[in-house]
């Protein structure tokens, strides 16, 4: 069973839900926007780029033992399997940090893959959680009703050694989710719908609280979409009200290792919100980002004639089985375009093993695809994939900035599983339904 909200004292004003895990972590019966407070983590994830570096800050604190090795969590997976050597000496450090803290939560190959597809598989997170993370999609677990933000590797040097953080109370939009999708609106549909109505800054330093009916129409793979590319909105964390759904996915995963009980926070009936915006779901159509911002969508209505060189199809944003199921679904009995290429992203272990037991492996490497071991490489054009002078790629991934999957001059377009895959057997974008029908 779930725990529940509990303070020792009634709050004087009412509060979202983030500022309700806030207070709770902090030892307050209330906090308020604005307020600056200093509160205890339950996870402290760091990766292969960025773990280091909070290493090196740990040592010049004058370190030797970090706080707590049990909320530490470790994952090399932008640069696996090693880039180079460079790669591979980051990785060593990483790996020999984790054995001299005793951190047991460390996931290399073999067991890895992309942070935040592997932290809720492993039941490494729950509801109610205060998570932490030098990475910017960290906002992912906020899908289950946990807050969780990115924060810089100094931050992260100094929870490891303090079990602390600190924080500035942010302030919240609501978005109220009414109606239900339709066949080939996804949660990446959704995100880059609100995305591009509210900017890249439109929720900077806030709280992004989904709520509604709508909620429930969701998966929980929708939910991890959404809360992962809050980011992309400036915000500081975005979150679902825990529901029967996420309990469910809680309970699933609950016994792959000893963790807390999830504790269910509920947003106030009379919690202040900066403003409250109504999204109907029904009204929705399958999205595109055109470069060179997440913000610059249009509906696959209006896209026009772009040809497309490469489709990536997996990553932190649309890594998971949901994602794979619709993508080996729309490619079984086709092939890809002439002239196109297709990687295929699996999120973990996990995620690739389930394709090869479903048979999805089969269907994308007769339909012409690559699969990929689960890395982020392909994603900020580090390693695999990497586009030419020209080329164009469209992707299920988070951000299409310049130069974000190789050459200043490539382009990458950002989908659902769905608009990618009909993209990439077609050759150029393309609507769903064209290819699959109604």
């Not at 500035?168 to 239900?180: E, M, Q, S, T, Y």
């Amino acid at each position: 069973m779930a725990g529940k909200d509990k303070r020792t004292k009634e709050a004087k004003i009412p509060m979202t839900m983030t500022q309700k895990i806030l207070a709770a972590h902090s030892g307050l019966n209330e906090v308020h926007p604005g307020q600056f407070i200093a509160a205890d983590v339950d996870v402290i994830l760091a990766n292969d780029i960025t773990g280091p570096q909070a290493i090196v800050e740990f040592y010049k604190m004058e370190k030797t033992k970090v706080a707590d090795a049990s909320k530490i969590v470790l994952v090399p997976d932008h640069t696996v399997p090693n880039r180079d050597v460079d790669a591979a000496t980051l990785i060593r450090e990483l790996n020999g940090f984790a054995k001299k803290q005793k951190i047991t939560n460390y996931f290399e190959l073999g067991e890895t893959g992309i942070e935040h597809v592997i932290l809720p598989e492993k039941g490494l997170v729950t509801a109610g959680d205060m998570v932490i993370g030098a990475d910017s999609h960290t906002s992912t677990y906020g899908a289950l009703g946990a807050f969780s933000t990115g924060v810089g590797v100094t931050d992260i040097a100094s929870a490891m050694a303090t079990g602390k953080a600190w924080f500035k109370v942010p302030p919240a939009i609501r978005f109220d989710l009414i109606g239900k999708p339709a066949r080939w609106v996804s949660g990446k549909d959704i995100i880059l719908h609100i995305i591009g109505m509210i900017g890249i800054d439109g929720a900077n330093y806030r709280s992004m609280e989904f709520a509604g009916e709508g909620v429930a129409q969701l998966t929980m793979d929708d939910r991890f979409a959404i809360s992962n590319m809050a980011a992309e909105a400036g915000a500081k964390n975005g979150i679902f009200p825990v529901d029967e759904r996420t309990l469910a996915y809680i309970s699933s995963h609950k016994n792959k290792i000893k963790r807390r009980r999830p504790t269910v926070f509920k947003a106030d009936k009379e919690a202040i919100y900066e403003r409250t915006i109504e999204i109907n779901l029904s009204n929705l159509r399958p999205m595109v980002a055109f470069p060179y911002s997440p913000n610059n969508t249009r509906t696959i209505d209006s896209v026009g004639n772009v040809k497309i060189d490469q489709a990536v199809i997996g990553g932190c944003t649309n890594g998971r089985i949901d994602d794979m199921a619709v993508a080996a679904k729309m490619m079984k009995g086709h092939y890809i375009a002439p002239g196109s290429r297709c990687i295929i992203l699996p999120g973990s272990q996990q995620v690739y093993l389930d394709c090869v037991r479903l048979g999805y492996a089969e269907i994308f490497l007769k339909a012409g695809c690559i699969i990929s071991p689960p890395t982020c490489g392909p994603c900020y054009g580090s390693q695999m994939g990497a586009l030419a002078a020209g080329e164009r790629a469209v992707s299920t991934t988070s951000r299409n900035y310049v130069g974000r999957m190789g050459h200043p001059d490539s382009q990458v377009y950002l989908t659902s599983p769905a608009v990618a895959t009909a993209s990439v057997i077609a050759g150029k974008l393309i609507d769903p339904e064209k290819l699959m029908g109604k």
